[in-house]
């Protein structure tokens, strides 16, 4: 297996499959409050009223001081002023502003509006994931997902060398695309060769596709080495499980290559695929004795396996303390996060249906580079000085336990593209690195997902901030996060310094504040006025 093109993401049953399982609904993992869009309205109408205000408060008082800076008699201006019929042109000018300052309010009402039904209406759409053939699917697993149009999706990628193979067999067929989502709230991955076989469309991509509907074919490299197969699982061609198990055997025997098809990969290719994993992770040609016992399978993000290396992460902290986070850009964001299990990399909210459009603006170029197939987060170290603002994820420290996961001294879009990725850098080097000269723009990519399990806490840069959090939780109905209240999870931390202390369970400088902060809330929050109040946001 080529260890430059590896994609990780294999789960390890407990016993042996018989059948493909193909899961018939999923709670929803992508909900909206009232409250969250109420604020968004609320923010969008006063940015637009506050400019026009801006401008008749300033016409006024230059209007005023007219007279007094050239030295007129304020009565003899006025006079002037009325006679000349300025006054009316002034009235209609401020008419013609507020006409369009309702017109335009009306429009953002409407935008959001619209958003807020669509996104509403999504659901991750359910998955199960099963084990296969050892070498030649990438992470010996497919995925099977189930979309609202009552058909059945199979999706995996190929090794290089595979890929390499088919590609060449399927390029005398028709072309077509690999899209994600349905009509309007869609998003197309790449171009892609189509075969229709017995009623199932097997795609193979052709990892590239046009840009801005220019014919410049450009690669994309989280499309490389994809395969999708698509069933029909309407009524009147409803497929059982052992219908949709031949199938895909056929399809992976006879076209694809793939002899072993479902069958369970050998104990000698999964030992083989942990050195491989250990050398790409890593990037070391040794191999330790044993790494096969020492490596083992374990769920990290709902319905995502991976391989942890137990108990690392205390290796890497010998070279330097160190915190991992993400940032959340709106506090408004936290509850469908949590909602959703965790962070979720935008190559599998896509895939499985989670289209956005508006929110994740940079998706389209994560394809291109490949970063799209992970989480992105930062790591701060020892020696670390640098103010912040906004709202951030601290990450329990074993978090790095995880071999899926690769990085950069500074921010590449997560890419993958061999030129790139040949400077990526082991865990230990980026710690070194990192402490010897800290850079924010650091990266590290975690295929997939990031459970919320692995959530320590909710650092907040300043005193709205953590408002902002305790109202977005709160509104939508979150008290607890791990088990713990979430005044205990939240806590103020404006220096990337201070990550340090969360990481480490070290009494904070600030905690004091954040619980002054908690209980003003909390007075607040019971008091009549803010009952009041939230009634009457919540009819808006």
Known sequence: MNKEFEKISSPLPETKQEHVRVPEKLESTHEFTEVEFTKNIEQALAEVESEPLKIM??????????????GLNQEKATA??????????????????????????????NLISHQAEKIRSIELNPKVGILVDGNRIENQQIDIIKAPDETIHINFKLTEKQY?????KYSKYEQSSIVYGSGDNNFKLADCWQKEIDGAIVKISTGEKDIDDIENKR???????LVEIILSDKDETKLTTEQINEKINQILNRELEIPNGLSLPEIEDEDEYKKTRYMWHHKTEVVPANIEENLTREEVFPAYFTFIEKDKHKEYQKISPYAVYHRIFGASNLPRIIRSGGLISSHERYKRGLITEGLYQS??????????????TRIVTEG???????????????LLDRTDWYSYDSDNFGSNDPKTFEHRLSPEELIKNQKQKYNVSNELMFRTGISIEKIKAIACATENDLWGVIDALRGDGITEINGKPIEQMIVMAPNVSDFLEISEEKPSKYQEKTNQILARHKKIKDSIIHKVISKIVSKI
């Open 384 to 398: 670390a000085d640098k103010n912040i603002t906004g709202v951030y994820f601290i990450f329990q420290p074993d």
């Open 80 to 109: 002037i002023f009325e006679q000349g019929g300025f006054a009316e042109k002034i009235t209609l000018i401020k008419e013609q502003i507020t006409s369009l300052v309702k017109i335009t309010k009306e429009k953002i009402k």
């Open 219 to 225: 690669e994309i490299r989280s499309s490389l080495g």
């Open 363 to 376: 998706t389209d170029l994560d394809m291109q580079k490949g970063g799209a197939d992970n989480v992105f």
């Open 164 to 168: 390499n193979i088919i590609k060449e």
């Open 57 to 70: 408060t300033a016409a006024d008082k230059r209007i005023e001081n007219i007279p007094m800076s050239i």
